[in-house]
């Protein structure tokens, strides 16, 4: 049987929606939920015990499943608790210069740009204006000499585009620069390989592709990078369980960018949704590939504008439509969950969807966009 259809049961969602916006909010599967409720009742039932028995380890189970989906060592892995924080982790925890530069562009979400805004003092921010079909030359063409970080998405959020992340981290360590790259649209829907990229940092929410609860995500780090971390807390200790606060040494492995308590029910359910990926990777990333093609095809044959690239595609599609937010509601209304972005309908298909709701989908917008004269 395919894997979507032997899953479907497992995302309630499914019985009140055509859900196909998993680029906003991937509702956690039961057996994902089930990992983190298991969690919160033995804390209930057994307070410390259960929650020494799951740290006894200093998470490192945990690192693990995360490492292997991407590509990494579990010390190269930690947990966070948004995107957006471990953005801030690293922005703050780089040595800068006067005269130093970020690049990065417009087409990101505000996470990849707005962190190292507060650096504008003594660094420039350099915002490149790409499009998709030149995204690779326009921000290379912003690198140089001075440039000490390249920010990027793996995929875009409101263009849907693969970004080659090798060819840029390849011409920023030319230059002596690192990279930073936003995998929140990436991991869970395509390869991700951060030895393959040669990333320097990459960053992830759960609660997307990863199908995760909100409060979890995880920070990769190379090896060599951010020793010495930006923030400091109790569990930044090597010997943080000695709980005295006269001695300080700095913890070596990846608890050192976990300051404080991490939220263990969120990550707990977001390596057991990695594992599950993992194991099941070569369906559950051809059956997204497939699905966004089908729905890049499908509005191309309606006569549809689609912005997303079909050779540089993951989960995303997005189609040109006017008003999009009313759109959006209005599809909502007739049952279809997408998001309004990029000037169109974002559509983002995961491995348990169908064709029949992309069709749905493609309707909906197709006769929208009849009834507006476009």
């Known amino acids: 049987m395919n894997l979507g259809v032997e899953m479907r049961e497992q995302f309630p969602v499914t019985r009140r929606y055509k859900y ?43 690192r693990e499943d995360v ?13 966070v608790p948004n995107t957006s924080y ?36 003594k660094v420039e921010v350099r915002i490149v204006k790409p499009n998709v079909e030149t995204f690779e030359d326009s921000v290379l063409s912003h690198v ?26 390849r011409e920023a360590h030319s230059q002596g620069a690192l990279i930073v790259v936003d995998v929140i649209q990436s991991v869970g829907a395509v390869n991700v390989d951060v030895r393959e990229m040669e990333a320097d940092f990459a960053v992830a929410g759960g609660y997307k592709w990863l199908m995760s609860p909100q409060g979890s995500g ?14 400091y807390g109790w569990r930044t200790s090597k010997n943080f369980e000695s709980y005295d606060a006269t001695n300080f040494e700095i913890e070596s492995g990846p608890r050192r960018l976990e300051p404080g308590t991490i939220d263990v029910a969120a990550n707990l359910a977001m390596a057991r949704a990695a594992r599950f990926i993992k194991e099941n990777s070569s369906e559950v990333l051809q059956a997204v590939n497939d699905l966004s093609g089908y729905a890049n095809r499908r509005a191309q044959e309606e006569g549809l504008e689609v912005v997303t690239p079909m050779r540089k595609r993951a989960g995303i599609t997005v189609v040109m439509a006017p008003k999009n937010s ?36 493609v309707r909906l917008i197709s006769q929208w966009v009849r009834r507006s004269g476009q």
Do not use: Q
Request: proline share 5%; net charge negative.
């Open 144 to 169: 140089d000499s001075r440039t000490r970080v390249v920010a990027v998405s793996h995929v875009g959020f409101n263009t849907g585009l693969v970004v080659d992340v090798k060819r840029l981290a």
């Open 20 to 62: 196909l916006n998993h680029a906003a909010i991937s509702p956690p599967p039961l057996f994902v939920l089930e990992e983190a409720e298991r969690y919160l009742r033995n804390v209930s039932e057994l307070g410390t015990e259960e929650v020494n028995r799951i740290e006894e380890d200093d998470f490192r189970s945990m």
């Open 326 to 361: 009313e759109l959006s509601r209005h599809m909502l209304a007739n049952g279809v969950v997408v998001s309004p972005r990029g000037g169109g309908i974002r559509i983002s298909t995961h491995f348990y969807n169908t064709r029949g709701e992309v069709d749905e989908a």
């Open 67 to 79: 490492a292997k989906l991407i590509g990494a060592s579990w010390d190269e892995v930690a947990f």
């Open 86 to 121: 471990g953005f801030n982790f690293i922005v703050h925890g780089l040595d800068w210069r006067e005269g130093d530069n970020v690049v990065t562009d417009s087409l990101e979400f505000p996470t990849v740009v707005f962190p190292w805004l507060k650096l504008k003092r």
């Open 218 to 231: 995880f920070i990769y780090v190379r090896k060599g990078l951010l020793g010495d971390p930006p923030f």
